[in-house]
């Protein structure tokens, strides 16, 4: 099963190589990119399209960051909170046992 799974993520990711390959090769007409302050130089249309797509992974898993560091801080918590409660409820068994005997 797990050979099958490696396999179609070969698949999926030949796929998008090509894909990619044939976008880059149907936009190669030069575009220069006007940002409203600045006005960038003239490069091919997939360039910038897949510079801004490397922008946009970037900024969003800066963003990403915050929350993940968070939910890391939660889970370490409650994973503390966790082992406390389970030394208290053995604590609590082995007095159990000691008062039974």
Do not use: C
Request: glycine share 4%.
């Amino acid at each position: 099963m797990r050979w099958l799974k490696g396999l179609v993520l070969a698949v999926i990711l030949l796929i998008v190589l090509l894909v990619g390959i044939l976008f880059a090769v149907h936009n190669q007409q030069a575009v220069p990119l006007d940002l409203i302050w600045v006005e960038l130089p003239a490069a091919s249309l997939s360039m910038w399209l897949l510079f801004s797509l490397a922008i946009g992974v970037v900024l969003g898993m800066v963003a990403m960051t915050g929350m993940y560091l968070r939910l890391r801080t939660l889970l370490t918590r409650a994973q503390r909170r966790n082992q406390q409660q389970r030394k208290e409820l053995d604590q609590l068994r082995i007095q159990e046992i000691k008062e039974v005997a």
